[in-house]
C-alpha cells in the first residue's frame, strides 16, 4: 500500500447554484479531476488523493449539501439522479466544460449519474470502490431504512433515531463526530437509494471508465465490484488485493496515477 507521507487539505472556497451555496476546493491546473465523496464524507476524503496527485491537473473536491460546509438547503433531494443534476449544476457554476469526475462509494453512483445527464461536459469516469448493480452486504442487513428515514424528520423520534443510526455507522468504521444533519442526510439517501436508476444509468453510460477496487473491502464484496465493472464502458480496472474500502487513501499513488493517465487522455483523446 503506498500512501502520501502527509495529506492535503486546502482551505474551503464557496460558490453558487440556483439553489444556494456550494463548498468545495480547488487547486492545481491542468485537466481537471472533480472529485465526489461517499456518506457520510466530505471533501476531506480526498486529502490523501490530493497529496498523491501532481500540480498539473486541476483537482476539485466538492461537498455535497449536507455534508461538509454545503449546506442542505442547497439541494435537499436524496435521490441519485437529484444529486447527480446538482453536481452538473456545479460544473456549470465553476466553468467546467470538460472534466473527469470521481466518486467514491456511495458518490459513484451521484458522479455516474452525472456522467450519463452531462456527457459533453464529463469526458471520463473514475469509481472508487464504487456501490454496484445491486445492494452490497451491509445494505443487505440492514433492515428499515426508509422508516428510520421517516423517523429522523419528526420532532419526537429524530433524536433516538440519529443515535440509533450514529451507533450503525460507527460500528462500520465512521467516525463519531459527524453532525446531526450528516447523519440524518446519509439516512434519507440511503432510503432513497434506487438500484434500478444505477442499473439504468450503468447501462445509458457511454464515456471511458475507471473501476477500482479492493479485494478485502469490508463494506462492499468483490462481487458486487466485479459485476459492476463488467458492465461498465472499456477503462482502466485496478483491483488491490488489500487497501480496504478507503483505496483513495491507502493505494493513493496508484489510483493518482491512473486518473491522472485518464485525465490527460480524456483532454487529448489522441493522447
Known amino acids: 500500500m503506498t500512501t502520501p507521507a502527509l495529506p492535503r487539505d486546502p482551505p474551503r ?3 453558487h447554484v440556483a439553489g444556494g451555496p456550494f463548498s468545495y476546493t480547488d487547486e492545481g491546473a491542468g485537466p481537471v479531476l472533480v472529485a465526489v465523496h461517499g456518506l457520510p464524507g466530505s471533501a476531506r ?22 455534508f461538509g460546509d454545503t449546506p442542505l438547503a442547497t439541494a435537499p433531494q ?3 439522479d437529484a444529486r447527480g443534476a446538482f453536481l452538473v449544476d456545479v460544473l456549470r457554476a465553476l466553468d467546467i466544460s470538460r472534466c473527469v469526475v470521481i466518486g467514491h462509494s456511495m458518490g459513484g453512483a451521484v458522479a455516474l449519474s452525472a456522467a450519463v445527464q452531462a456527457p ?5 469516469l473514475g469509481l472508487i470502490a464504487s456501490i454496484g448493480l445491486r ?15 421517516r ?11 440519529r443515535q440509533l443510526f450514529r451507533a450503525m455507522l460507527r460500528l462500520l468504521g465512521f467516525p463519531p463526530q459527524l453532525t446531526n444533519e450528516a447523519v440524518a442526510h446519509t439516512l434519507r439517501c440511503v432510503a432513497a437509494l434506487d438500484f434500478q436508476i444505477q442499473v439504468r444509468n450503468t447501462a445509458k453510460l457511454t464515456v471511458p471508465t475507471l473501476a477500482t477496487w479492493a479485494v478485502d473491502d469490508a463494506l462492499i464484496e468483490r462481487a458486487v465490484s466485479e459485476e459492476h465493472a463488467a458492465a461498465l464502458p472499456p477503462g482502466p480496472r485496478l483491483v ?5 474500502h478507503n ?13 491522472v493517465a485518464l485525465a490527460r487522455a480524456s483532454a487529448d483523446p489522441t493522447a
Open 13 to 15: 472556497r464557496m460558490a
Open 45 to 66: 476524503d480526498f486529502r490523501w488523493l490530493g497529496a498523491a496527485l501532481p500540480d498539473t491537473v486541476r483537482f476539485v473536491r466538492l461537498d455535497l449539501p449536507g
Open 78 to 80: 436524496p435521490g441519485i
Open 120 to 124: 459533453d461536459r464529463i469526458t471520463a
Open 135 to 149: 445492494p452490497h452486504h451491509v445494505l443487505r442487513r440492514f433492515m428499515g431504512p426508509q422508516l428510520l428515514a
Open 151 to 161: 423517523a429522523v424528520d419528526l420532532p419526537l423520534l429524530a433524536h433516538p433515531a
Open 240 to 244: 488491490f488485493a488489500a487497501g480496504g
Open 247 to 259: 483505496i483513495q487513501k491507502s493505494q493513493a499513488v496508484e489510483v493518482a496515477e491512473a486518473l
